[in-house]
């Protein structure tokens, strides 16, 4: 079954082109097809996976090779898939999750004159999410990520008749850009460090290199790869905004699966990362900077999924962090992907539902006591809310307190780096709790808002929330059960780091400056606190439905930190001024020069056209003339 | 009698027939202003033939006569059959392949 792998690529994107070519003439079975590809590769991933566990654990690494792909001298690529733990687990997560997700969109979009074409595009991403993920190159993951970043494109830009929406997907597609070219720049050092850039060379060489300048250049680079991809500080910007999308594609592309690539590079990467332990470094104060900074912004939200985009990025901040550790984090990183991308897309996939039920108004601010009219989402979102919280025992516990552990065992236990890492992931754990119960109590919770006059005198338009159908409620009900359950039975006996240990390495256990029980403890009680925090102040007490001025923090935190205005004087406007420059200067010396020389060309034309004045005489006149100066040169020069 | 003043004979003769052709409109003039020209210089050539005691010269005025003839017979022709279609014999008229 391992060799027919190939098969998980493949029917998603026969989906996707069957779809697209068709047009209009698959409009009424469309979608179903796109469910039905998604969900044949799922089922190939399960066979795979009976197939792989029915190895032992040291012969779990199979790389399938398909063909050659590039030989061109001494570069020599050949496209191959890498089945491994690994890999496996990501193809589990994309298409079990897509799979809800597709069927969720089948009732989310059924009013969406172009359902069909947002199924090609999810197909499309499916397809391209398991190359990259399969790849057994870099190159061939290149492929698959630059695959993601276009079906993350046109699904952003996917209402693009808003030119806010086409906007928000021009936005991510530069963003995304800027951080290929240092994944371009990594494959250079690649093939110029190793003759290759397969992973069975790269990886196995890597701790061979003694040169560590090299590798940490190379996992530099392949660090602000995952940084854009994964929206993590500073290449973060792209990603609230791409809440332009349906709610869907938040859930699939922008909270479970294809954000969370930039951490499996780094996983995959591991070999290399461990022999540049600047690198891993850095990449583990990305993650915290992330990690405080989504959380920071989430606080201040009202828009439910901006609130659950600033949640994402920092959550991916805590796998970051948690890769940033070295071999002891990677198995975490991992385990906290695969529980995130369950509660948070329950939780995208609930937020889409009180959309759904609210017309479209994504404001908390109009939400208000929604769990007497919307229970399964109401359950279903709470029990995503208790898994982010790390309430023990639902899934976020087991993933976020092994990452908190880890945090306080950074640098082997030494100097300065458990204590900061450690501090800010029990810090972003309390601030974690307070925004997303903030979010929860204010959907959920409180009084009903959405009938009230607004303060202005006008009126909030008349609402009739109701619970969505049954396609929706019910990838709901499975990805709740996944948030609530998966941690814990993942986590029994250390099953899934055991599982892991073919790609991460086996690793010594690091004790932690502060003793476990100690750290546990504290991490509830500050999420009992953050949480409670929250329901005082917005279920308890009335909410406003205008935003109060709030604090200077609050009101940095509704703008992104400054983000976009960093971004934009720091980057665009240099950018912007050097091209204008440039075009200036083509505009006036090097279309002048040409300009210029054609102008005297013209002009000289001009003057000789006088001369065919069309009179025989004057033709005549030039002849004796002309004639007269030869006469003139024979005799008097020539001799 | 001296060589020369043939030749000087044959350029005021030259200068006469060009003169003519600038200055005049009337094709018809124009025309025998170019006559004039072949026919001065017929006398340049014969004087030449003369003076180098060679009958070279004398070979090609009797060639320049008979262009010269086809050449009125061809010439006249296009003039009267502009005279006829346009009723103007001036050569700032014939203007049709000026733009």
Request: hydrophobic share 55%; with cysteine; charged share 10%.
């Amino acid at each position: 079954m391992i060799d027919a792998a190939w098969l998980l690529i493949a029917i998603p994107l026969l989906g996707a082109a069957v779809l697209l070519l068709a047009g209009r003439r698959s409009n009424a079975w469309g979608h179903w097809l796109g469910v039905a590809t998604s969900g044949a590769s799922f089922v190939v991933a399960a066979l795979v996976l009976v197939a792989l566990l029915g190895r032992d654990a040291s012969d779990r690494v199979v790389d399938v090779n398909l063909f050659d792909w590039i030989d061109a001298g001494p570069l020599t690529v050949e496209a191959g898939l890498r089945i491994d733990p690994l890999s496996l687990t990501f193809v589990l997560l994309v298409t079990f999750v897509g799979t809800l997700i597709h069927v969720y969109s089948v009732a989310y979009m059924e009013h969406d004159a172009d359902r069909r074409r947002f199924f090609a595009y999810l197909n499309l991403f499916v397809a391209a999410m398991l190359l990259l993920v399969l790849a057994d190159s870099y190159l061939l993951l290149f492929v698959g990520w630059e695959g993601v970043g276009l079906a993350s494109y046109l699904l952003i830009g996917f209402w693009n008749h808003v030119p806010a929406n086409a906007t928000a997907a021009k936005k991510a597609f530069i963003v995304n850009r800027v951080a290929d070219v240092g994944m371009i720049v990594a494959l250079m050092l690649m093939f110029n460090t190793f003759g290759a850039l397969d992973f069975s060379t790269v990886l196995t060489e890597a701790p061979g290199i003694s040169d560590e300048g090299t590798l940490t250049a190379i996992a530099l680079m392949l660090l602000v790869a995952a940084c854009g991809k994964s929206a993590q500080f500073p290449l973060q910007s792209w990603l609230g905004d791409a809440m332009a999308g349906p709610t869907p594609v938040s859930a699939l592309i922008h909270a479970a699966t294809m954000v969370t690539a930039g951490v499996y590079l780094v996983v995959r990467s591991g070999p290399i990362f461990t022999g540049a332990p600047d690198a891993l470094l850095v990449t583990a104060i990305i993650g915290a900077i992330t990690l405080l900074f989504g959380a920071i912004v989430g606080c201040a939200k009202d828009d439910i999924k901006k609130a659950l985009a600033a949640s994402t990025m920092s959550q991916i901040g805590y796998m970051m962090l948690a890769a940033g550790l070295g071999p002891i984090g990677y198995a975490f990183a991992i385990f906290h992907l695969i529980t995130h991308g369950f509660f948070k897309a329950g939780m995208f996939l609930g937020a889409g539902s009180v959309m759904h039920g609210m017309d479209d108004d994504v404001n908390m601010r109009h939400y208000g006591a929604l769990s007497k009219f919307m229970k399964i989402t109401w359950v279903t979102f709470g029990l995503g809310w208790l898994a982010i919280l790390g309430i023990p025992p639902f899934s976020g516990f087991w993933s976020k307190d092994k990452i908190i552990e880890s945090a306080f065992a950074a640098g082997e236990g030494h100097g300065w780096q458990p204590w900061v890492f450690g501090m800010v992931a029990l810090v972003g754990a309390g601030i974690t709790a307070f925004y997303m119960s903030r979010l929860f109590f204010m959907t959920f919770y409180g009084d009903k808002r959405w009938t009230k006059d607004l303060s202005d005198g006008s009126e909030l338009p008349v609402r009739h929330p109701h619970e969505s159908p049954a396609l929706m409620t019910w990838p709901m009900i499975i990805l709740a059960v996944g948030s609530a359950g998966l941690g814990g039975v993942l986590a029994i006996g250390g099953g899934f780091t055991t599982w892991l240990e073919p790609v991460t390495g086996h690793v010594a256990h690091h004790d932690p400056v502060l003793p476990i029980p100690v750290i546990v403890v504290t991490t509830i009680v500050l999420v009992l606190i953050g949480a409670f925090l929250a329901w005082r102040q917005y279920a308890a007490s009335a909410v406003p439905l205008t935003p109060p001025h709030g604090t200077p923090l609050t009101r940095a935190a509704r703008v992104d930190l400054y983000q976009d205005a960093v971004n934009e004087n720091l980057f665009m406007r240099p950018g912007q001024y050097l091209t204008r420059s440039l075009v200036y200067l083509d505009k006036r010396v090097v279309d002048g020069a040409f300009m210029g020389l054609a102008g005297m060309l013209a002009l000289i034309g001009a003057g000789v056209k006088r001369m065919q004045n069309g009179f025989v005489r004057s033709y005549a006149a030039m002849m004796l003339a002309g004639f007269l100066v030869l006469v003139v040169v024979v005799l008097f020069v020539w001799n | 009698m001296e060589l020369t003043n043939y030749l000087v004979l044959s350029a005021i003769l030259f200068s006469i027939g060009a003169a003519t052709v600038l200055l005049r409109r009337n094709a018809i003039i124009v025309f025998m202003g170019i006559e004039l020209m072949l026919n001065a210089s017929n006398l340049a050539f014969v004087t030449f033939a003369r003076m180098h005691g060679d009958l070279t010269g004398q070979v090609i005025a009797f060639f320049v006569m008979v262009v010269a003839a086809a050449e009125v017979v061809v010439g006249l022709a296009i003039i009267v059959s502009i005279f006829r279609t346009r009723r103007s014999a001036s050569v700032d008229d014939a203007n049709l392949l000026k733009n």
